[in-house]
């Protein structure tokens, strides 16, 4: 299977989602992962009689990022979700539950940026 993912700007992200909506694909998931050399992808997957399509944007921790609930309103439960796990600001969240979606013994408990992985060269011995 190939999935192809469309690397977006943060600020076509709400085009993108009312783009897809128009075109009658629904909101399949939004998911939040460290991103190789630091911070953070965000993906929105959408699908269509089967057919995916993905989006990304790359985002150091934190940032502000504009809600798609306008296009899609069940987002907010995404939404929600990312800013309790990772600390990132939705703006225009349909419904904001304001840090209290998901409890946690820690605030932001995933927020931490992954370094990139350190890749050590061994040199094998000949044998004799």
Known sequence: MNMEVTQISVSDVENTAA???????????????????????????FDKELSLKHFRITMPAESDIPSICKSYSGAFVYENEIHDLYGFVFHGMTIDFKGTFIRTSVPYPFKKEIPAPTVTKVKKEDAA
């Open 19 to 45: 783009e897809m909506k128009r075109q009658g694909y629904r909101l399949v998931v939004m998911t939040c992962t460290p991103a190789v050399g630091g911070g953070f992808d965000i993906t929105y997957s």
